[in-house]
């Protein structure tokens, strides 16, 4: 996730994690990017700083997945895409100034384009290690 200053992030997890390291969890990361919309460009009258930043996390778990074949890396994208829906539903939802100008489906394909960076590279070493 790139560092925006000042940035807030809502990151949501849908697994608890119970004795084991977070970053030995399987998990792709699925950001809904934030848009500052035209209106917030500048600091409102008598506001010292602009509109913070603003991004939806969401985590998403595929330790249960066998990523080595079709189904797992289908199921795997059609996660992703779940959960970019779901957090740019969210960010519309508790920021609606956020997306201004800027279509729903831009911020899901933006989000699952992002994501899916990270979901090929688990697949690919995940194939790789199969063979």
């Not at 004795?19 to 809904?32: M, R, S």
């Not at 035209?38 to 778990?61: F, I, N, T």
């Amino acid at each position: 996730m790139k560092v925006r200053t000042p940035h807030i992030a809502i990151a949501i997890g849908c697994v608890a994690v119970t004795g084991i390291a977070l970053a030995q969890v399987p998990e792709i990361v699925v950001e809904a990017p934030y848009h500052r919309p035209a209106s917030a460009a500048k600091a409102a009258p008598g506001a010292k700083e602009l509109l913070p930043e603003v991004s939806v996390d969401y985590r998403v778990r595929y330790a249960d997945l066998d990523l080595s074949t079709h189904s797992g890396a289908v199921e795997l994208q059609k996660r992703i895409k779940d959960s970019a829906a779901e957090a740019c539903k969210q960010l519309a939802t508790l920021y609606p100034n956020s997306t201004e100008g800027v279509g729903k489906d831009s911020c899901v394909d933006g989000a699952v384009n992002k994501a899916m960076v990270d979901a090929n590279k688990a697949i690919a070493s995940a194939e790789k290690a199969k063979k």
